[in-house]
């Protein structure tokens, strides 16, 4: 059975820095293309961050220079390093793995950025 696991979402404050992370089970991760997605309320889930199985990076623009995708293939694990966060980053974040196909997603895990 296919497992994504966030964990590290939560609340912080306006120019604050957090660490969210997808803890995989049921997939060979190595395998896979990990990438972040979030949704906020009212709107459609965007692509935040992606990591490629030989470790390629791409990001939002939104999130250029802010944030930083990285994977522990040792781990089964993605992490999504975000910082000088600003309220506009609050939102449902999504762990999704892909090869493309097959792909799973993670339940999410909310991340607020208030003061």
């Known amino acids: 059975q296919v497992q994504l696991v966030e964990s590290g979402g939560g609340l912080v404050q306006p120019g604050g820095s957090l660490r969210i992370s997808c803890a995989a089970s049921g997939i060979l991760f190595r395998f896979y293309n990990m990438a972040w997605y979030r949704q906020a309320s009212g709107k459609r889930r965007e692509l935040v961050a992606a990591?490629?199985?030989?470790?390629?990076?791409n990001y939002a623009d939104s999130v250029k220079g802010r944030f930083t995708i990285s994977r522990d293939n040792t781990k089964n694990t993605v992490y999504l390093q975000m910082d000088s966060l600003q309220s506009e980053a609050t939102a449902v974040y999504y762990c999704?793995?892909?090869?493309?196909?097959?792909?799973?997603w993670g339940p999410g895990i909310q991340v607020t950025v208030s003061s």
């Open positions: 999704h793995a892909n090869r493309p196909v097959p792909s799973y």
């Open positions: 990591i490629t199985t030989g470790g390629n990076t």
